[in-house]
């Protein structure tokens, strides 16, 4: 059975910094890509960030570049995403993803097979 459990959001100042995590079970024989959404109120579920199977290639939207930072650890079998500089506009409910076309970094949610909970980022101004 598949699980992605993220953790990490919480309640910062706007310059602040938070870190991601995101730990995933029962792929350990699989390569995978891994992927950072988020989704606030009333608007879509958006892109954020993607790093594929050896950390080798990564995407980011736009609207985080310079400031937030994928990485992971496969070993630990984990993917974090380091936030700074944060902003009110990063307020959402953030979700980690997983993608079996392992070399993948897609920015479309559809493309991703297995989803986390989703954890709270909210930024204070």
């Known amino acids: 059975q598949v699980q992605l459990v993220d953790s990490g959001g919480g309640l910062v100042q706007a310059g602040g910094s938070l870190r991601l995590s995101c730990v995933v079970s029962?792929?350990?024989?699989?390569?995978?890509?891994l992927g950072w959404f988020r989704q606030a109120p009333g608007k879509e579920r958006e892109f954020v960030s993607a790093i594929n199977w050896n950390g080798g290639s990564t995407n980011y939207a736009d609207s985080v570049k310079g400031r937030f930072t994928i990485s992971r650890d496969n070993a630990k079998n984990t993917v974090y995403l380091q936030m700074n500089n944060l902003k009110p506009e990063d307020t959402a409910v953030y979700y980690c993803?997983?993608?079996?076309?392992?070399?993948?970094?897609?920015?479309?949610?559809?493309?991703?097979?297995?989803w986390g909970q989703g954890t709270q980022v909210t930024v204070s101004s």
């Open positions: 029962g792929l350990s024989f699989s390569p995978y890509a």
């Open positions: 993803a997983a993608d079996l076309a392992f070399a993948r970094v897609g920015s479309d949610p559809r493309r991703y097979d297995y």
